[in-house]
Nanobody, 114 residues
Framework: VQLQASGGGLVQAGGSLRLSCAAS????????MGWSRQAPGKERELVAR???????SYGDGVKGRFTISRDDAQSTAWLQMDSLKREDSGIYYC?????????WGKGTLVTVSS
């Protein structure tokens, strides 16, 4: 499974960014999609995940601020990040998940300045 991630960049605290992750059309409808992130000196943590059914789940630190969505016709998932905080800074990795395997895209850097 090949994943093409885009988005990210530099934004001021309180601002918004949107990440996207495109996957192979042949498999997209059969995988959950999500993002994890890793800040310097910290372990990778779950940000959001959206199941094939469309059910979404979020890490505690982003609930109410981030929204994950997907469009099977476009084979793309998006992560809308609003009310960004400095602690949201890090490298964001999109992934596709089957029941027993994860496929990771290249990380994209998100920097939130005060």
């Amino acid at each position: 499974v090949q994943l093409q991630a885009s988005g990210g960049g530099l934004v001021q605290a309180g601002g918004s960014l949107r990440l996207s992750c495109a996957a192979s059309a042949s498999i997209f409808s059969r995988v959950d999609m999500g993002w994890s992130r890793q800040a310097p000196g910290k372990e990778r943590e779950l940000v959001a995940r959206i199941a094939r059914s469309g059910r979404a789940s979020y890490g505690d630190g982003v609930k109410g601020r981030f929204t994950i969505s997907r469009d099977d016709a476009q084979s793309t998932a998006w992560l809308q990040m609003d009310s960004l905080k400095r602690e949201d800074s890090g490298i964001y990795y999109c992934y596709a998940a089957t029941f027993n395997e994860y496929f990771w895209g290249k990380g994209t850097l998100v920097t939130v300045s005060s």
